[in-house]
């Protein structure tokens, strides 16, 4: 891990196009700015990872979804008025 | 906003570039839609050991559900300005046989670029597992 001193207002450079900067710091926490090309996904780690597991928990094999959603929708009767 | 007619589907295969949180070397789907199990979609991976998800328009659980993209969001979808895009929650079964919806993170493609992705964010309005409830 390569680890770096900032101080306010001082940035770190990450490749081309990516910067991350030291917007503010304080008592709770430091304030980071990321400036990064829009096909960069940029994410704060525990809610990508909360993410990560809510998908884990959903995915299924196909046939057994299919089966699932035709249950589901007879309980849900189409609700949908014109 | 009124709820699309059709159960969301779509002809053609779609990117993800990212993946999915969790399945992230899976970057291809199609979206499967039946009569059998409308209003609810299959999105199902391609490929050997792809993953399947089931998932249903998130405006079906709460009319008021926002379907507003950031600029970020738009510019990696590629999508039109004024495009439709299709939202999908996605719904996770449980072992009790109810199911829950996650709202927090949908799902968004845009049939124009068929590219898609799920949004991640801090936005903590809607749950991650809202409860699917028979209407």
Do not use: C
């Not at chain 1, 001193?5 to 700015?33: N, P």
């Not at chain 2, 939202?87 to 968004?108: E, H, Q």
């Amino acid at each position: 891990m390569l680890v770096f001193t900032r101080r306010l207002d001082e940035a770190i450079v990450i490749g081309e196009g990516i910067e991350v900067k030291v917007l503010r710091i304080g008592r709770e926490g430091v304030r980071l700015g990321v400036t990064a090309p829009p096909e960069v996904p940029v994410h704060r780690r525990e809610i990508y990872e909360q993410i990560r597991a809510a998908n884990t928990e959903a995915a299924a094999r196909a046939e057994a979804l299919a089966k699932l959603a035709s249950r589901l929708a007879k309980q849900k009767p189409d609700d949908e008025s014109d | 906003m009124k709820t699309p007619r059709r159960p969301a589907a779509l002809d053609g295969e779609i990117e993800f570039p990212d993946g999915l949180p969790g399945f992230e070397s899976h970057q291809r789907f199609v979206l499967v839609g039946s009569p059998d199990f409308d209003p609810f979609t299959l999105i199902k991976g391609i490929g050997r050991n792809a993953p399947a998800f089931l998932a249903i328009d998130p405006r079906r659980i709460d009319p008021a559900f926002p379907t507003k993209l950031g600029s970020r969001e738009s510019l990696r979808l590629g999508a039109q300005a004024g495009e439709t895009l299709l939202w999908l929650a996605l719904v996770a079964p449980k072992p009790d046989g109810t199911a829950t919806v996650n709202l927090r993170a949908p799902i968004v493609v845009s049939p124009s670029t068929l590219r898609g992705l799920q949004i991640v964010s801090d936005e903590k309005v809607y749950r991650l597992d809202h409860p699917l409830k028979a209407a």
